[in-house]
């Protein structure tokens, strides 16, 4: 899949602090806009504040209804600012305050491997669904440990660096695509396909701009705070809530990101997946 230069520009306008989110999400964005999300009422479970939605839905010229939940009351409040929202709850996945079998369709867009115990919200997914209803998962999986480089510093071993990384990224799970089919068969749910996505190299060039951005001010936190929690001391969240970098600036910016990186490398090997599956209608 070739990278789309344009999206990419769009990320890093509107994530000017974050050249590194804005990277791997302005891959991630382009798959789940291909992935044939549905007309209806949507959950966005894991909303944030809102700017992934809105991204993704522009890229598709569509304006979509959504109710969105997210645990955050920063972000939920940033996110009221998007009218395609009809409702917006500051709570877990866990426990959606919404109506048994409500919504035509789910999106979680890297959300899903920040929840330590995710049963739970599969479970209430499967609950609000409709019958036929659809859900699109984007999650990192086994593949991305693989696919890092590892530390620069030397004498750092592997493991260490890994177990370091996801407690900055907050990483609690890798599921492989075995794990998400007897999840979702648990809790009533079928998986339909999955598309993997961030190969090696495209892997290892967020990695390094990882290191520049996020993974300097988690080191120079020693390791006390998470990114978002250093963004907001810093102003910089508030910074991507308001204000865009110049569209030219951008441009040359995500230039500068993908060099060299023309074509996304959709490996055997992904660093993530897009799960995309249906609570089945009744036989």
Not at 20 to 27: C, E, H, L, S
Not at 201 to 207: G, I, Y
Request: charged share 25%.
């Amino acid at each position: 899949m070739k990278i789309d230069k344009q999206l990419m520009t769009e990320f890093v306008a509107r994530y000017p602090a974050q050249p590194a989110t804005a990277f791997w999400r302005g891959i991630e964005i382009d798959v789940l806009a291909r992935a044939g999300i549905p007309e209806g009422l949507g959950l966005d479970l894991g909303c944030g504040d809102g700017i992934l939605t809105d991204i993704l839905f522009k890229r598709m010229n569509r304006t979509p209804r959504l109710v969105g939940i997210d645990p955050d009351p920063l972000e939920t409040d940033a996110a009221r600012k998007y009218t395609f929202y009809e409702r917006i709850h500051t709570v877990g996945g866990n426990a959606i305050p919404e109506e048994a079998a409500t919504f035509d369709y789910a999106i979680s867009n890297s959300v899903l491997e920040h929840i330590p115990d995710l049963e739970p919200v599969i479970t209430e997914l499967g609950r609000v669904l409709k019958p036929g209803g659809k859900f699109f998962f984007t999650v990192p999986c086994p593949g991305f440990h693989e696919n890092l480089s590892g530390s620069v510093l030397p004498g750092v071993p592997r493991d260490k660096y890994l177990s370091e990384l996801d407690k900055r990224l907050a990483h609690f799970n890798y599921l492989a695509e075995q794990d998400w089919n007897a999840i979702c068969e648990r809790n009533g749910l079928k998986v339909l396909s999955f598309s993997g996505y961030l190969g090696e190299r495209t892997t290892q060039r967020w990695e390094s701009l990882s290191r520049m951005t996020g993974g300097l001010l988690h080191t120079l936190s020693a390791g006390r705070r998470r990114p978002i929690e250093i963004q907001r001391a810093l102003k910089l969240r508030a910074l991507q809530n308001s204000t865009m970098m110049p569209e030219p600036v951008a441009r040359l910016l995500a230039g500068v990101i993908t060099s060299g990186l023309d074509w996304e490398d959709n490996s055997d090997r992904p660093s993530c997946l897009l799960v995309i599956g249906e609570r089945p209608c009744a036989s």
